[in-house]
């Protein structure tokens, strides 16, 4: 019903940016709101940041707070993550994720759609 393809990921120094993209396609992808989780080496998956369909609303994890925005572009059905700031916690595989329930997004098990992941490294 709805594919997520994440891209923009790679390897950075501390203090640098990235922005990341993730481009939604199927019959229902329009009508989604969308987010993004991350999980590093031997920890669980985290919520990262999300926002509603229309964009009139955002979340953010107190780790992503200042440093990082979620915005999309609906006429490409796309939504991106802009990293500023990376730091070497940052590292992890960022995936998008999708859901017609915008509260959905917040917990990872109760998502419907997510991407098959980015990886983002942060060296010192």
């Known amino acids: 019903q709805v594919q997520l393809v994440e891209s923009g990921g790679g390897l950075v120094q501390a203090g640098d940016s990235l922005r990341l993209s993730c481009a939604a396609s199927g019959r229902t992808s329009s009508s989604m709101h969308m987010g993004w989780f991350r999980q590093a080496p031997g920890k669980e998956r985290e919520f990262v940041a999300a926002l509603t369909l229309s964009g009139a609303r955002t979340d953010y994890a107190d780790s992503a707070k200042g440093r990082f925005t979620i915005s999309r572009e609906n006429a490409k059905n796309t939504v991106y993550l802009q990293m500023n700031s990376l730091k070497p916690a940052d590292t992890a595989v960022y995936y998008c994720?999708?859901?017609?329930?915008?509260?959905?997004?917040?917990?990872?098990?109760?998502?419907?759609?997510w991407g098959q992941g980015t990886q983002v490294t942060v060296s010192s």
């Open positions: 994720t999708a859901d017609p329930v915008y509260m959905r997004l917040a917990t990872a098990r109760g998502i419907s759609y």
